[in-house]
């Protein structure tokens, strides 16, 4: 009687089972193919209207036209810019006061019942406010996507630092430390890999925010050349300015996972 | 076993005094409720004395009162006959939670505690070695805690408690969290640590072996509001081992005493 050793079998449905990295990997890829094939399918075959929805081809060719000319990064740069500055600004102000929120409760009853406030105000509507107050210039882009971003940010950073365990700040005042040196070897360095992952969320956000802020008053940008295309229904130009910020944000979310796993390498082995 | 108790009181000195202490917490709606009521106890120099008593009957409470992470209500704290005024390194403590650094290395970790103690780099590196090789640590000075065992875990916060040379320990169930192997190898490794270093401990348990085992006292709690319900003596002879000690008819008779006083109190507990 001879039993033949079963070979291991991977299953790919078990409830949160592991599966091999390669098909991981690979379906990720099939699937971004398989919406291009449908896409590819419905422009080619002339299943939708070209107005509705543009040839992959159409949007190649605008895409060699805009970066020959030039076109494509002027516009990349400016929105870059906008919202690099835009996004400092609010977390220069969203990482002091969230870090003071979550770790004193005056703080906390100071800020968030205004916080909370005007994170429920739609940012597209202080467009008109912000035009006012502040012109037309790259100021009034900086300060769309500040209030798009800040209001949120400065909540997630003050639960970043409230959950660093209660225990470890008390068994620091054990060690003679004062508050004042816990706050900084202990509580901050602890929130950090937390805070920076609020960073690559918020900057997202950011991005999010960019095309409400080049609504008017723009003349370069990737969300001004949405809006333009929209007024003579150049549905490629409008699907390539997507396209390029989906890609652009997924490389600025990149970043942020690349450096959190160089800066935190200890978080890595949790599990 | 009344004698022996009396030549132990006579030639030794106390190290932490609680004097009718009082812990009265008071909801944001409600009666206020006492915790403790008219609390007293000793813990003499070199002694290590337990407190055991029904869940929820404020042992945690006094442990963290006497390590000044907690306000008194009422009634006095001593240590070396000066009243508490806050934490201090003059009590270590190690509580039940994890609360090492997860982005220090173990020896970082344990180093950590000595920032305040004014001690050269060459006087602390000796201090590290020998307390990572107290807890059997020796390996893993370069591992960062998320790549340790639980009970490796604890014995670093051991080791990071006494490293700083405290008045004394308190010890907030350290093992309580830990699966019951690891933690009868924790109790022989804390038995042969306290043997060779006599530090005074206050360790607080629910676990009555635990208990009978390590200590040269022990204090039996009434449950909520908790007041002292009785005193025993623990006369097992020194050195103790697990093995050993657990099977001497006394540690039987004692297990029995104390089990006895609790149940009560957890049977009261529950009306």
């Keep these: ?271 | 076993m009344t004698a022996m108790t009396a030549t132990t009181q006579m030639t030794q000195t106390a190290k932490l005094q609680v004097n009718d202490v009082w812990k009265t917490f008071t909801p944001k709606k409600g009666q206020a409720v006492d915790a403790l009521q008219d609390l007293s106890l000793t813990v003499n120099a070199n002694e290590f004395v337990s407190l055991v008593g029904p869940s929820g009957c404020g042992k945690s409470t006094l442990l963290m009162m006497a390590a000044g992470l907690e306000p008194i209500s009422e009634g006095r704290i001593l240590i070396d006959g000066r009243e508490i005024d806050g934490p201090g390194p003059d009590r270590g403590m190690v509580f039940q939670s994890y609360t090492l650094f997860p982005w220090l290395t173990v020896e970082d970790n344990i180093r950590f505690a000595l920032k305040k103690s004014g001690l050269g780099r060459t006087q602390q590196d000796e201090l590290v070695t020998d307390h990572i090789r107290l807890v059997g640590l020796e390996g893993f000075e370069r591992s960062h805690p998320n790549q340790l065992s639980g009970g490796m875990r604890q014995r670093v916060a051991i080791a990071r408690a006494l490293v700083y040379r405290p008045e004394m320990l308190l010890m907030d169930e350290p093992f309580g969290a830990l699966d019951a192997q690891t933690r009868m190898l924790m109790q022989e490794l804390l038995l042969q640590v306290w043997q060779a270093e006599r530090t005074t401990v206050l360790f607080v348990t629910h676990d009555v072996e635990e208990a009978i085992l390590l200590s040269d006292r022990i204090y039996v709690m009434t449950a909520r509001p908790g007041r002292i319900k009785a005193e025993i003596a623990i006369d097992l002879p020194r050195p103790r081992s697990l093995l050993e000690t657990e099977s001497d008819v006394r540690f039987a008779e004692l297990r029995r005493q104390v089990l006895t006083l609790i149940r009560e109190e957890a049977r009261r507990a529950m009306r």
Excluded at chain 1, 106 to 113: A, D, M, N
């Design chain 1, 1 to 271: 009687m001879t039993t033949t050793p079963r070979r291991p079998r991977t299953r790919l449905f078990e409830l949160r089972g592991d599966i091999p990295r390669r098909v991981y990997a690979g379906a990720g890829v099939a699937f971004i193919a398989l919406f291009l094939a449908a896409w590819l399918l419905l422009t080619e075959l002339q299943v939708v209207s070209p107005i509705f929805l543009p040839p992959l081809r159409a949007v190649g060719e605008e895409l060699i036209i805009q970066a020959q000319e030039g076109i494509l990064w002027q516009d990349v740069g400016a929105s870059v810019y906008r919202i690099t500055v835009g996004w400092l600004l609010a977390t220069a102000l969203a990482l002091p006061i969230g870090i003071l929120m979550g770790n004193f409760r005056f703080f906390e009853g100071l800020f968030e019942p205004f916080v909370d406030l005007v994170r429920y105000m739609p940012a597209v509507a202080f467009v008109p406010l912000t035009i006012l107050w502040l012109g037309v210039g790259d100021t009034q882009k900086f300060a769309i996507i500040f209030i798009g971003t800040f209001f949120q940010e400065v909540l997630m950073i003050m639960d970043n630092v409230k959950n660093v365990p209660r225990d470890m700040i008390q068994v620091s005042y054990t060690f003679g430390m004062s508050k004042w040196e816990i706050l900084w070897h202990v509580v901050l360095r602890a929130a950090l890999p937390g805070i920076w992952d609020t960073f690559r969320i918020t900057i997202g956000w950011a991005w999010t925010y960019l095309v409400v802020a080049e609504l008017v008053a723009a003349n370069v940008g990737l969300g001004y050349r949405i809006m333009r295309a929209q007024r003579f229904l150049e549905t490629d130009k409008i699907i390539l300015g997507i396209l390029v910020i989906g890609v652009l944000g997924l490389l600025t979310d990149y970043f942020f996972k690349a450096t959190y796993n160089r800066l935190f390498p200890w978080m890595q082995e949790t599990r």
